[in-house]
DNA sequence: TTGAAAGCGATACCAC
DNA sequence: GTGGTATCGCTTTCAA
């Protein structure tokens, strides 16, 4: 068995609360006992159950409330479960999770969601913002009233949010431009497909994409300019269709945004399937059908279960432990996928007691 | 605040242990009442608070041990600190686990290991095994002894042990198959290195490969005979060397084994680095600069971390909640890694409390 | 068949 | 400064 406080107590020749009060230096105690329990608890090695603290906060309930944005779309439907999961776990600890979920951008609901959720008295918040002024300013006055932000799948960058647990987009970019220049042979064209040119999320991951393509002299690859699609297959499906007969070698179709299904499309039809190489991001029903039918070459993944898992314990770990992010930004791990590794169980961790 | 078992009796105007009782199932309890508190509960919709039935289980002491087996290669480093993170963690909740390593295959010495443990208490045992005739009985006779055996990087099939945590490698081969023929022309040739005849996990590999290879017609690749260099450098090196000259047109290299640094240096040495395109296995120190370094196309890794970490949480879940694994297999994820996407963090899951 | 009470380990509060 | 005591939610005796 670990050794116990009661144990250090008896030792010591004092009280439980004694030892509780000079191991957590809450003062109060006889310096000369403290150093004494110190030593003692040292010697032994003594470790706090985290059990028993754990069941003392169940006393203070704990609230924290979770806002979710564009839950239609496939990916955040993904974050969502995550989100889900870590609601049910920590309910079991007696931690209430409030989920709000909203479909498309709206800042004017998500003001409003933020609202009423302070208004229900959460002790933090869980939230996948725009990154607006607007926004920026509401997560500080958050901060100002101690309820603490964390953001997740998207960031507002400079604003008071504790932390941020996402993909890094420019590395998804570089990464995708690394699997690209190992595909297709030296020298030949690429082009690339953005979304929407406002949004932060596709131009990092066009700027890191370009960045690696530039840098990689010995691939010597031709860039094309890009073109948005606005996200959508039917735009996607002509802008590529033109490209194909515009650039009967073209090697590569990079694509940054939505409209993977529109790439692939156009490009079955010009019967250039495998000739072109196409790497995307996020993996889902559709791009898993993409790549089983080779007209992906590979998806890049960004764990977004995985963000909306972390997100309610990363508060929670903040608000019952006042423990900081290991860093500011938590970077979730760029998954490559490929026909082959796509179908695996993505297995999430065990269920852990939590840590001090 | 989550409803609690105190809150049911209340309702049905008994105690706290009746509802225990009925709820659990543990008899001695009236029909009427029982049913009565069931219908009460799941209206509530109670669910058992986790941190208290955890508190209580730390009463009755649980002891588990593990043993790892070639702890001297750079994977089983990575699996050992899976393994002390996870024993950190338990011991937090009172639970002891007790690593024992060893370097090499030594079969002896494993049994002793075993039988060491076996004698110190331990009610349940992880190991990283042989797949031998002797360590099958072995598994089994602990089965008969009521002590739950988990395998964990390598499998033992067959055997009575609850379960498996590690990587399927007849996947990983057909990964790494995709792979290639995603990087190389069609129509070229590919030569496949392997480590022992004898290791499964070896073979497993390339079995896979060779199957997509096969299979994958459209891109029609000359698959050369395999070869094994024992997992050393020194023989790939000349390996390596050898084939390049044979085959002046060799388009890419399959590493099922160590051995990747002595591939690496023959091709670079051969002025082919880029040229011919190279997949290997397990991130590691080494393979990461190999990656960084050009010479290696990319990496196939079998988060060895997540190994050790789990085996002995599942077995803490199957002792304390009797709780089968969802599926005896359980296969880690396959990640492929580049020079872009070798260095992230590779965070772990949070540290959560534990679930029904 | 049931209830009352004693823990599990740590914390918090209130007397002294 | 210090010790005693209640408490968190659940399980598990032991009496009744």
């Not at 008071?160 to 970019?173: C, L, P, Q």
């Not at 490209?243 to 940054?256: E, F, H, K, Q, S």
Request: proline share 4%.
């Amino acid at each position: 068995m670990a050794v116990t406080a009661q144990q250090i107590a008896e030792l010591a020749g004092v009280s439980r609360g004694t030892v509780d009060r000079a191991l957590h230096n809450r003062g109060r105690v006889n310096p000369e006992v403290a150093t004494r329990i110190f030593r003692i608890a040292t010697e032994l090695g003594y470790k706090p159950n985290l059990i028993g603290q754990a069941l003392v906060r169940t006393k203070r309930d704990c609230k924290i409330g979770a806002i979710l944005q564009s839950v239609e779309t496939p990916t955040m439907k993904i974050v969502l479960e995550g989100l889900r999961q870590a609601a049910d776990e920590l309910r079991a600890s007696g931690v209430e999770v409030i989920i709000r979920e909203q479909s498309g951008l709206d800042e004017e609901l998500l003001l409003e969601n933020i609202e009423a959720l302070v208004i229900e008295g959460v002790q933090g918040l869980a939230i996948s913002p725009n990154n607006t002024p607007e926004l920026r300013q509401c997560i500080d006055q958050l901060d100002e009233q101690n309820i603490p932000v964390v953001t997740f799948n998207s960031d507002v960058p400079g604003s008071k949010r504790i932390g941020f647990i996402g993909v890094n987009n420019y590395r998804g970019g570089q990464t995708a431009a690394g699997l690209m220049c190992q595909m297709i042979p030296a020298g030949s064209k690429v082009f690339p497909l953005t979304g929407h040119l406002s949004n932060t999320a596709h131009n990092n991951r066009l700027n890191g994409f370009c960045e690696v393509i530039e840098q990689e002299t010995a691939c010597n690859i031709t860039l094309l300019p890009f073109q948005p699609c606005f996200d959508r297959d039917d735009y996607a499906y002509e802008i590529t269709q033109h490209m194909l007969r515009a650039n009967p070698d073209l090697a590569g179709i990079y694509v940054a945004a939505n409209g993977q299904q529109g790439v692939c499309q156009a490009i079955e039809e010009a019967g250039r399937k495998r000739q072109v190489k196409v790497v995307a991001f996020d993996l889902n029903e559709i791009t898993r059908k993409l790549l089983q039918n080779d007209c992906l070459s590979c998806v890049l993944d960004q764990k977004a279960f995985e963000q909306g898992y972390r997100a309610p314990y990363v508060l929670y770990e903040y608000i019952t432990h006042k423990k900081s992010l290991q860093s500011e930004l938590i970077y979730t791990d760029i998954a490559i996928r490929t026909k082959y590794n796509s179908d695996l169980e993505i297995t999430m961790m065990p269920e852990l007691p939590q840590k001090e």
